[in-house]
């Protein structure tokens, strides 16, 4: 076992993948330990995708002990202080002491502090959440939904794939209707205020050149 101990605090994207990497990198000459309170790693980035139905619970999420096969150990726990001039860390599992520390907590959400957001809206930031909103979309039996977003990541490519789930499209209201067989996309419209669009390329003139543009001679490179 290594000399040095990487304490991971947090068992998310972050902590997981710098936990994994150290030990990838370094091997034996370190030791590394993570803490996180759940039993399984969770993956954010699919909960669109769940409460969408296109993934299950079980497929976004990993049970922690899985690290263990790449040498890293793992504290079931939650962290409730931190020592710095000690380099030691206080658990509910106990104090654990470290010569590099990762802090990779993440963040808490509270939605509840925003009026009226816990009665009438949903996010998709955890996975309890996620699945509650499921249930609201397979309740739902039509109307209006606002959507507002506050960050990058989330919400919008979640409803970038209710192409995905047509049913769920259905219910939202969001199917687009489809063009008859045969039909022709209508022809671009230029609307005042806008720049005109791109003028198309010249005919091209006797010879298969553009019109106005000399031939080339054979061998001539590229411009």
């Known amino acids: 076992m290594g000399d040095r101990t990487v304490l991971v605090l947090g068992g998310g994207i972050g902590g997981v993948a710098t936990a994994s990497l150290l030990k990838e990198k370094l091997g034996d000459r370190v030791r590394v330990k993570l803490v996180e309170r759940k039993k399984h790693f969770q993956f954010p980035p699919s909960f669109p995708w769940l409460m969408l139905g296109l993934r299950t619970a079980a497929a976004v999420q990993r049970d922690m002990n899985t690290l263990k096969a790449k040498g890293i150990e793992v504290v079931h726990g939650e962290v409730t202080s931190i020592d710095t001039s000690r380099k030691s860390v206080r658990t509910t599992k106990g104090d654990l002491a470290y010569d590099d520390l990762v802090v990779a907590l993440g963040a808490e959400y509270?939605?509840?502090t925003v009026p009226g957001f816990a009665e009438h809206a949903h996010h998709v930031y955890d996975l309890d959440?996620?699945?509650?909103?499921?249930?609201a979309i397979e309740a739902f039996p039509g109307g209006t939904i606002a959507v507002g977003v506050?960050?990058?990541g989330g919400v919008p490519p979640a409803f970038g794939r209710l192409d995905r789930a047509p049913s769920l499209r259905a219910r939202l209201g969001l199917c687009a209707a489809r063009r008859p067989a045969g039909s022709q996309r209508p022809p671009h419209r230029h609307r005042p205020g806008r720049h005109p669009p791109p003028a198309r390329p010249p005919a091209a003139a006797e010879g298969g050149h553009p019109a106005g543009r000399p031939a080339r001679h054979a061998g001539h490179p590229a411009a």
């Open 129 to 135: 959440s996620a699945l509650r909103f499921k249930q």
């Open 110 to 112: 509270a939605p509840e």
């Open 150 to 152: 506050s960050t990058a």
